[in-house]
């Protein structure tokens, strides 16, 4: 019987390969992160006072440190929104789905399935790249 | 003597307003299938819930091949294999992938895996649906594949609420078969369901549920079941309440 982590964390990277939320949610972030960094530095660029005030400090530069400062902002902000928005979902399609009764009396522990669906995105990324070892490991 | 696959004494839990299950007693052997009956809302659903341990009892204690419930390890999950309310199947993966991690998560080894999801689609009569997204599925043949993971790993004991839910009559036939053959080959099997004619072709020990309570058994070679069946609903309902 392989390690309950391990299991965990192969189920969870193929439910979340598989899953249209997770897609749309990543385009969705990637378009409203672009679209907000271009138009935050193209309103300050023009001098929009309301934007440049909301930039703080970052006001005061310009060019290449505005654009990536600004890109940093909305990253961490839109980034967590995305993290929440997943996490949210991994865990309630249990319950929507009504396959939270069929994760009872297995081998891996709720607990151990809980921390792997954590860890399955930064699992995901690294299989998307390099390509799982077997088909469901 | 029977090895006894499930073990329930004194088992009680009671929601607010007084449903639930009222202090059951209740043994499932090896080889045996052990049926349930009762109508809705007799606390057949919530009795399966407590002997896997998804709902914490009030009183009374639940034993898995020996083992209490509550103290439950992996190798005690791995020997089971259930379905309550919904089948373990997300909609977005195909019956392949559904069927690899139902049985990883009952602790199939990735060697075996190839080997116990043929047999399972083989089982069920799935294979033409291998490759099909489970959410394209009819309800039917989610419930078979649902059924099929149910029963890839080989389970000592299996415990399967209304299992015949959505299946056509060849289904219900194959499942049947299954069941039967399973608990012929040792395993313990508790299955609920509303069609005592359907039971009664493979139950070894009919036992009839109401309010809460096992109130008696039916002989599963005997005739005029339902009448039998409703006479002990209707002795119960009229007893005085102790």
């Keep these: 019987m392989s390690h309950p982590f391990r299991t965990a964390l192969v189920v969870e990277t193929q439910k979340l390969r598989a899953s249209r939320v997770v897609l749309a949610a990543s385009v969705l972030v990637l378009v409203g992160i672009s679209v907000l960094v271009g138009a935050m530095t193209a309103a300050a660029e023009a001098g929009n006072e309301q934007i440049l005030s909301q930039l703080g400090t970052l006001a005061d530069g310009g060019g290449w440190e505005r654009f990536w400062g600004v890109s940093a902002q909305v990253t961490s902000a839109a980034g967590l929104l ?9 865990v309630g399609r249990e319950f ?20 792997a669906k954590l860890a399955s995105r930064w699992r995901g990324a690294q299989w998307s790249q390099s390509g799982s070892p077997h088909p469901w490991w | 003597m029977v090895e006894l696959r499930l073990s329930a004494r004194g088992l009680r839990r009671v929601f607010p307003g007084g449903a639930g299950v009222h202090g059951v007693d209740l043994d499932v052997g090896a080889g045996q299938v052990h049926a349930l ?21 009030d009183a009374g204690t639940v034993r898995i091949g020996g083992r209490d419930v509550s103290r439950a390890d ?4 791995r020997r089971v294999g ?8 997300y909609p977005e993966l195909d019956v392949t992938t559904n069927l690899a991690l139902a049985a990883l998560l009952h602790g199939v080894n990735a060697e075996a895996l190839p080997a116990t999801i043929e047999r399972a689609l ?28 149910v029963l890839a790993h080989d389970p000592d004991l299996i415990v399967v609420d209304e299992p015949t839910n959505a299946l056509d009559p060849a289904a219900v036939i194959r499942l049947r078969d299954l069941l039967r053959e399973r608990a012929d080959r040792g395993a313990g099997v508790l299955v609920s369901s509303h069609h ?24 599963p070679g005997g005739v005029d079941l339902e009448r039998a069946f409703f006479t002990l609903i209707h002795a119960d309902d009229v007893k005085p309440s102790t």
């Design chain 1, 82 to 90: 995305c993290f929440g928005v997943v996490l949210a979902w991994v």
């Design chain 1, 96 to 115: 929507a789905d009504g396959t939270i009764t069929g994760l009872f009396a297995i081998t891996v522990p709720k607990a151990t399935i809980a921390l």
């Design chain 2, 37 to 57: 009956v009762g109508l809705n809302g007799a606390g057949k659903t919530t009795l399966m819930r407590l002997v896997l341990g998804m709902l914490q009892p």
């Design chain 2, 74 to 77: 992996a190798m005690t999950w």
């Design chain 2, 82 to 89: 259930h379905l309550i309310d919904q089948a373990l199947i």
């Design chain 2, 122 to 149: 083989v089982d069920l009569d799935v294979g033409r649906y291998s490759d099909v997204r489970a959410r394209v599925l009819s309800s039917g043949n989610r419930q078979r594949v649902g059924l099929a993971g």
């Design chain 2, 196 to 219: 005592l004619d359907e039971v009664a072709r493979i139950a070894d020990r009919i036992s009839v549920m109401n309010n809460g309570r096992l109130i008696g058994t039916l002989n």
